[in-house]
């Protein structure tokens, strides 16, 4: 079993700062980082759009890992770009500049490639923009969404209809406590899972993960322990990777044990992803090193 | 298997502030709270040091739990106080004031019901007087340690002969960091491991705790899900009351997986203890409300 999925998100510009480092301009965005992710499992379907700045190289490196990207619209304006930076332990990032650029027109269209997808991964994009790829996303049967703070705070009657919409909700600790005002965590899970989603997966950063499932089941994995991090950027999209990619791969995806598993694809793939800046760490990782890492979290929360 | 454990530390008179409200000169202190949990298990015996002020009818009550009380020294001086606050999420303390009182002549000395235990839990005290209960507790075969900050920047040298002797470590995230200097939590723990004890665990609040074992082996599990936090003062030392005391009852306290298990009953135990204040959430708690909350832990861990 390999479903497709359409990975809708950025393609992006990202200038990054973390203990280790200064990276300027490279290679990013949110449907990247988790469209690299996924492809280590199952056929992705990018949907975003690039500015005339953006390497068209850089596609057919992508297109190599069964990554399709004939719903990438190529604009005459500049890509998106972020800049962010990490310190101290490194759990969340503080962002210094974000140029929408070509994503302020952005009217996501799919294509019969990506109608035909049955899995959607919305990353984190406008509420407006999410909203529009669902109703284009037509033979999605199962939605993921991602979304961030500033979404959270600006446009919450869009991402309201969103979270509506979808399946799973992914997101981090503090974006749930803002989204539901709620303070404690298990207060702000039930919550959001009222607001739509039978699922709904928590990243903790350092801290791990925590799902909760409709019916009151909680499932918590530790991260995996990496002891030296680079660069977290885009551990959130590729841990969303490994999740739906691995989920695209079951013959029941709603199957609670398979989602506990794909909670652990997450994890070993972000704990890849963090080991290099950008998409470094995760480029060159194959099969055989995520089973490795896989058994060895499965070692760390095994009882007997 | 029920093996006796020392249980050194404070008894004290603690005001709290929390976000669910306030109260004045409670029951308190590392002692107190640790041997209420570890008592669930096994006999305990206190060391402590208390004041003219300290009413002995709680002594009493401690009595009728299998907590001896016959190593506890009633000075003329007042009862050791701290004053605490907790905000937001609530995951460390800010202490507002603390008089040491009568702890700072305390001169623990065992007696021969004391020198007959097989196990010893050093609760947080100063390390000088930690060394001398080392030095007196004759018959302890293991030794599990607990700190603080304040002894971490003030007493580091006092402090590190404390860890050298002991076999379990037991700190918080903080702790460990600055101890070792290290952000990273892996490195921090591999660090702290090779300054002398053979097991290091870590509590992280409402992230749950971390394990490292000797020979590269963690073990991680969640916070027990309290929708309503009311206190979380104590939940330190019910934990490692929990952890020790179900330590104590089995055949090999080497064995990783009894170990494993540990950490599961002190997790527990601390989510009683945090739905009241003090020790108010623990002190009624049976063992069938501990083994419920212990199975549904598992079922949050357990992939198949």
Same mark, same amino acid.
């Given at each position: @079993? =390999?479903?497709?999925?359409?990975?809708?998100?950025t393609?992006?510009?990202?200038t990054?700062?973390?203990?280790?480092?200064?990276?300027?301009?490279?290679?990013?965005?949110?449907?990247?980082?988790?469209?690299?992710? $996924?492809?280590?499992?199952?056929? &992705?379907?990018?949907?975003?759009?690039? /500015?005339?700045?953006?390497?068209?190289?850089?596609?057919?490196?992508?297109?190599?890992?069964?990554?399709?990207? %004939?719903?990438?619209?190529?604009?005459?304006?500049?890509?998106?770009?972020?800049?962010?930076?990490?310190?101290?332990? !490194?759990?969340?990032?503080?962002?210094?500049?974000?140029?929408?650029?070509?994503?302020?027109?952005?009217?996501?269209? @799919?294509?019969?490639?990506?109608?035909?997808?049955?899995?959607?991964?919305? $990353?984190?994009? !406008?509420?407006?923009?999410?909203?529009?790829?669902?109703?284009?996303a037509?033979?999605?049967?199962?939605?993921?969404?991602d979304?961030?703070?500033?979404?959270?705070?600006?446009?919450?009657?869009?991402?309201?209809?969103?979270?509506?919409?979808?399946? &799973?909700?992914?997101?981090?600790?503090?974006?749930?406590r803002?989204?539901?005002?709620?303070?404690?965590?298990?207060?702000?899970l039930?919550?959001?899972?009222? @607001?739509?989603? =039978?699922?709904?997966?928590?990243k903790?950063?350092?801290?791990? $993960?925590?799902?909760?499932?409709?019916?009151?089941?909680? +499932? %918590?994995?530790?991260a995996?322990?990496?002891?030296?991090?680079?660069?977290?950027?885009? $551990?959130?999209?590729?841990?969303?990777? /490994? +999740?739906?990619?691995?989920?695209?791969?079951?013959?029941?995806?709603?199957?609670?044990?398979?989602?506990?598993?794909?909670?652990?694809?997450?994890?070993?793939i972000? %704990?890849?992803?963090?080991?290099?800046?950008?998409?470094?760490?995760? !480029?060159?990782?194959? !099969?055989?090193?995520?089973?490795?890492?896989?058994?060895?979290?499965?070692?760390?929360?095994?009882?007997d």
């Amino acid at each position: @079993m =390999k479903r497709a999925i359409i990975a809708a998100g950025t393609l992006a510009f990202d200038t990054l700062e973390t203990p280790s480092g200064k990276k300027e301009r490279i290679l990013g965005g949110s449907a990247n980082h988790f469209s690299i992710a $996924a492809s280590l499992f199952t056929r &992705v379907e990018v949907s975003a759009i690039i /500015g005339a700045d953006y390497p068209l190289d850089y596609l057919r490196t992508l297109n190599k890992r069964e990554i399709g990207t %004939s719903n990438v619209e190529v604009s005459s304006g500049e890509t998106f770009y972020w800049c962010g930076k990490y310190t101290g332990t !490194m759990n969340e990032a503080e962002t210094l500049s974000t140029h929408l650029n070509v994503l302020v027109d952005y009217d996501p269209v @799919m294509n019969d490639v990506a109608k035909k997808c049955e899995m959607l991964f919305l $990353a984190n994009l !406008m509420p407006t923009k999410q909203l529009k790829v669902i109703e284009g996303a037509e033979g999605a049967k199962l939605i993921i969404c991602d979304t961030m703070n500033f979404w959270i705070q600006n446009n919450l009657e869009e991402l309201k209809k969103v979270i509506k919409k979808s399946d &799973v909700f992914i997101l981090n600790e503090h974006e749930v406590r803002i989204l539901t005002n709620e303070l404690n965590i298990i207060r702000a899970l039930k919550k959001l899972a009222t @607001m739509g989603p =039978k699922t709904v997966v928590i990243k903790r950063g350092e801290y791990g $993960a925590l799902l909760y499932r409709e019916g009151e089941r909680l +499932f %918590s994995i530790p991260a995996y322990p990496i002891d030296e991090v680079i660069d977290p950027t885009g $551990a959130g999209d590729t841990f969303a990777g /490994g +999740f739906v990619g691995y989920l695209a791969t079951c013959p029941d995806y709603n199957d609670f044990k398979e989602i506990k598993k794909a909670m652990l694809y997450g994890t070993v793939i972000a %704990s890849f992803t963090i080991e290099g800046f950008g998409s470094e760490g995760i !480029m060159d990782v194959t !099969m055989d090193n995520i089973q490795k890492r896989y058994n060895e979290l499965v070692s760390m929360i095994k009882i007997d």
